[in-house]
């Protein structure tokens, strides 16, 4: 009797399968206790692009914890900061904003300029700040996971994965729910000038209630998104899709699945942890430049073959610069 209970559990949960092809890295999980709901390619290394923003807002919440700064704390534009690619705030050299404001503005508006202002303020030196970047997210167990900048723009040392992203996800909700709004707000206002979110899931899809996206050619367009309904939570981490619109709708369908089978995972799902590690198919994340956004410029292809850094050469193209969110 008792077996025959436990199959059919089992077959009602396959009916409640997700009916999703196979893609770029995905992972659904409920946050408060890690339980997986779903995943695809969750150890397969990759570039965060402006999900790297999530860490930053990270490092800075612990150290408003701290009392090593405040929410009005001024963050000053640096000469540094000024030179970032957009998307930025653009604001003049030796123009300030408050703390609270700036880290509002980076994940919002993802503003590039903005994320080193807040690394030299609170880290002292963007290099300090990138250094406590990875000591968090060694401690965070964010094993496939290495900072270069605390913004996300293009970088080859820069990397995660669908997993350690979640757990980073986890974590900002966890221990820091008093900045849980931060995440859930669909504009801000700095002076005259309203800046409108790029997550257009907190707009379109029923419970969403955060995280962040972010795009660069190489990696495709990515996103961490949270949702609640009914009192439970989930939150979907989508690496790598074509378009905006294909990886709103994947994270869409993946959480609607996963509050479809809440029952049945909650009963029978792995945790972050105890999910199986996937061996790599690569050492390096995957570079999808030549898909997402064509080949890459002349200038930058003979870089390559120079010893010259290719990033000195990325930033400042059309597609890259402007597409950073």
């Excluded at 701290?66 to 000469?79: A, F």
């Excluded at 303020?121 to 996971?145: D, H, P, Q």
């Excluded at 945790?271 to 570079?287: F, I, M, R």
Aim: proline letters at 5%.
């Amino acid at each position: 009797m008792l077996r025959r209970a436990f199959l059919s559990i089992l077959a009602g949960a396959a009916l409640l399968a997700p009916s999703i092809a196979t893609a770029s890295p995905a992972l659904v999980f409920e946050p408060y206790n890690g339980t997986v709901f779903y995943s695809e390619d969750p150890d397969a290394l990759w570039f965060p692009a402006s999900l790297t923003k999530l860490m930053t807002a990270y490092v800075a919440f612990h150290a408003l914890r701290d009392g090593e700064v405040k929410p009005d704390t001024q963050v000053i534009c640096s000469k540094n900061a000024s030179k970032q690619a957009p998307t930025k705030l653009g604001l003049p050299v030796g123009k300030s904003i408050d703390l609270e404001t700036a880290l509002k503005v980076i994940i919002v508006k993802s503003a590039n300029d903005v994320a080193v202002m807040v690394a030299e303020t609170v880290g002292g030196s963007e290099e300090g700040f990138i250094a406590r970047m990875n000591a968090a997210a060694k401690k965070l167990g964010m094993t496939n996971t290495h900072f270069a900048n605390p913004h996300g723009l293009p970088d080859e040392r820069q990397q995660t994965s669908a997993r350690d992203l979640a757990r980073l996800a986890r974590a900002l909700i966890i221990e820091f729910p008093e900045h849980a709004d931060i995440f859930a707000q669909t504009h801000v206002q700095v002076g005259q000038k309203q800046l409108r979110t790029h997550n257009g899931l907190l707009i379109t899809f029923d419970g969403a209630d955060g995280m962040k996206t972010g795009f660069i050619c190489d990696s495709g367009f990515n996103i961490v998104v949270s949702a609640t309904r009914n009192g439970r939570k989930l939150v979907a981490v989508v690496l790598g899709e074509p378009s905006t619109r294909v990886r709103n709708a994947r994270a869409a369908q993946l959480l609607e699945n996963g509050f479809k089978r809440y029952f049945w995972k909650s009963l029978f799902g792995t945790s972050l942890d105890g999910l199986a590690v996937q061996a790599k198919v690569d050492d390096t994340p995957a570079h999808l430049r030549s898909v997402i956004c064509g080949p890459r410029p002349k200038r930058e292809r003979r870089a390559r073959k120079s010893s010259l850094s290719p990033e000195l050469f990325r930033l400042d193209t059309p597609v890259a610069a402007s597409a950073v969110n």
